[in-house]
């Protein structure tokens, strides 16, 4: 994954459509005056460093601030990894739902040094309010994928095949028929993303200010 932070102020993330919400006057305000506190002047394009004198908490923060870095209540950054290196650093890795859906691609790290919040980096999607309602069903999904591939069979319709592929794995590998998973992502997987068009991304700046 590209480790890099970028905030998106209209991101096109898109499961079948979807509409951004612009933040207000005030609620930039806030957030421009939070970037002031917490946060150094950028010096790596991507990554946020925050200042030593913080108190912020790594498992809180997005519950606590997460209008400060583009999230709505319909959105939730549930935290699925922690791990600490070897020289004390504890590293918080975030998913983004909306919606209650998973926004493929939208992870987030956040760094603790043992004495404060260090930093952070990742993808946020940010300020949606999509229309998550489905348009196909999941066996048709299913179907168009099987498709794609140009494939003359598939491992799960030969059982005894798909049971040996297991084994080899441990089990730790499952060979069954897929089932479909309904995410959010992105058009176009390579682009990027502004309100102008619709595939540039926009890292978030220190001074509040994309570009």
């Excluded at 229309?131 to 005894?160: D, R």
Aim: glycine share 8%.
């Amino acid at each position: 994954m590209n480790k890099r932070i970028k905030f998106l102020t209209k991101r096109c993330f898109v499961l079948i459509s979807g509409c951004f919400l612009i933040a207000s006057a005030s609620a930039q305000q806030t957030r421009e005056a939070f970037i002031e506190k917490e946060t150094k002047p950028q010096e790596e394009k991507g990554w946020i460093d925050f200042r030593e004198s913080n108190t912020l908490n790594a498992q809180t923060l997005f519950l606590e601030h997460g209008d400060k870095f583009g999230l709505t209540t319909q959105d939730e950054m549930r935290q699925f990894r922690m791990n600490t290196d070897d020289i004390g650093h504890t590293h918080f890795r975030f998913q983004q739902y909306h919606k209650g859906l998973k926004i493929v691609g939208a992870e987030t790290i956040l760094h603790h040094n043992g004495l404060y919040l260090k930093s952070m980096n990742g993808d946020i999607a940010e300020n949606l309010n999509m229309n998550i309602q489905p348009t196909i069903s999941p066996e048709k999904g299913l179907q168009l994928s099987m498709s794609s591939m140009n494939a003359l069979s598939f491992v799960w319709e030969n059982q005894a095949i798909a049971t040996k592929l297991s084994q080899i794995s441990n089990g730790e590998k499952n060979f069954d028929k897929p089932t479909g998973e309904l995410v959010i992502c992105r058009k176009n997987w390579e682009g990027e993303f502004t309100s102008e068009k619709p595939d540039s991304r926009i890292p978030f700046q220190n001074d509040g200010v994309a570009g």
